[in-house]
């Protein structure tokens, strides 16, 4: 009997021990992160009023040996002057990083691994070879992926707990919260 009594709140402590374990994790599919990054494009510059550039169509894949996310998108390239519409492709890699002021979780040393446009003269193919990837890289460097839920965050900050790592995984990423200055 004085077992029996003791069980219950035994397991009510377990259980608000297994709530607190399960807050101390978000993990999105790649089903998930296709959607969010598909959700930022397309993603349209416009360089000094000569050219639009335009990233189209991303198609996301998980990097978990190298701990990055890696996305190949379609790209257009329309110059104003003339009208001219270049088409082609990039791919490249980044990793994450967390934004704690805005609860972001934003691209990363971005690395362009190809960049191609198609029909381009052979003048402009050696500007695009030399200046494209770097650009790219700079204009997608800090792109929000995904924003944490206001009340999700604010529930950890309550707990004292900040976000501790972002791991890529062969099914998603997983986003570990823990104590603050455990990082």
């Known amino acids: 009997a004085g077992l029996a009594a003791l069980l219950p709140p035994l397991t009510a402590g377990a259980a608000a021990g297994n709530a607190a374990n399960a807050l101390r994790t978000i993990t999105l599919s790649q089903a998930k992160l296709n959607e969010l990054v598909a959700k930022r494009f397309p993603y349209t510059r416009n360089f000094s009023g000569l050219a639009d550039l ?7 894949r998980l990097l978990p040996q190298d701990n990055r996310l890696g996305t190949a998108m ?27 002021q805005e609860g972001a979780i934003r691209m990363a040393d971005v690395k362009v691994n190809r960049i191609a446009v198609d029909q381009v003269p052979p003048a402009q193919r050696q500007l695009i070879s030399q200046y494209a990837p770097r650009a790219a890289e700079t204009l997608l460097s800090n792109v929000v992926l995904y924003r944490i839920p206001d009340e999700y965050l604010g529930m950890a900050r309550n707990l004292g707990w900040v976000v501790s790592t972002l791991r890529v995984q062969a099914d998603g990423l997983r986003i570990e919260l823990g104590p603050q200055g455990a990082r």
């Not at 002057?81 to 082609?88: E, H, N």
């Open 54 to 60: 335009s990233l189209q169509s991303p198609r996301l």
């Open 74 to 100: 379609d790209l257009v390239v329309a110059e104003r002057l003339t009208g001219t519409r270049y088409s082609g492709g990039i791919d490249l890699d980044y990793g994450l990083r967390f934004d704690e």
